[in-house]
């Protein structure tokens, strides 16, 4: 089973070096990597060169934001099974995609994920906090929550049926296409009790309080879109739970 994995990077040269190896060293032995670039202007694209010889296609052009960017990747995958790794962050370890095939695979699932782990980029072996899927519910999409996206993968068949990210968001593109999908009440799919990716603090989802209120307010607007019965408070009650997050051993 193919495994398309799709990094879409900017000015990325500090990270992107860690996000190759990761993706090179897995144990998986059929994986397409998609690197789309939103034309940078640093040396992301000489790392790519040099470091990148499984990557299977690279392109580097100016883009309508990220959720463009990553429909791009959508576009040229050929895996039947695609997952998103950011370019600043990495898999936990060289056997996830095995996993995850072994489990797809067998099981005929359109739909598994994990857990995350975050991390400082200065003290990347001690994690700073732990994202838990396992709670996550198709019915507690109305409360805000989804599973970590960098530990979703979908089977190509969903996107087909159900489409690519919406590019008029901003930050919450990821929760808007969880909710279409898995509001439909039809996905086979599984938890994997496991951190599958280790993400790096600083990105779009932890840049403060600024992006939170922007977040928040598009949670609202994917919700309201995919006729999900919502309101401000529901979303911002996940809040004391998320706390807990940083109290993991």
Not at 7 to 27: E, M, Y
Not at 234 to 244: F, G, Q, T, W
């Amino acid at each position: 089973m193919k495994i398309s994995i799709i990094t879409v990077t900017f000015n990325a040269a500090g990270t992107i070096a860690d996000t190759l190896a990761s993706v090179a060293c897995q144990t998986h032995p059929d994986i397409e990597h998609i690197v789309v670039d939103g034309a940078s202007t640093d040396d992301t694209l000489e790392i790519i060169r040099q470091r990148g010889q499984h990557v299977s296609q690279t392109i580097s052009e100016p883009d309508r934001g990220i959720y463009d960017a990553m429909n791009k990747g959508l576009g040229m995958a050929t895996g039947s099974v695609i997952g998103f790794l950011n370019a600043d962050d990495v898999y936990a370890g060289p056997t996830v995609l095995e996993r995850v095939s072994a489990i797809i695979e067998k099981d005929k699932l359109d739909a598994i994920f994990g857990d995350a782990e975050f991390f400082s980029p200065d003290r990347p072996n001690r994690p700073l906090r732990l994202y838990r899927s396992a709670r996550f519910r198709p019915e507690l999409i109305a409360w805000g929550w989804m599973p970590a996206h960098p530990s979703l993968f979908l089977g190509r068949h969903v996107y087909e049926r159900f489409g690519a990210f919406k590019t008029d968001y901003r930050i919450a593109g990821d929760f808007e296409l969880i909710a279409r999908v898995f509001h439909s009440g039809t996905l086979e799919y599984r938890y994997l009790p496991d951190v599958l990716v280790r993400m790096r603090t600083g990105g779009v989802s932890t840049g403060g309080w600024r992006n939170s209120l922007l977040l928040n307010r598009e949670v609202l607007q994917a919700c309201r879109e995919n006729d999900i019965p919502t309101n401000l408070w529901k979303i911002l009650s996940k809040y004391p739970a998320k706390v807990l997050e940083f109290l993991h051993k």
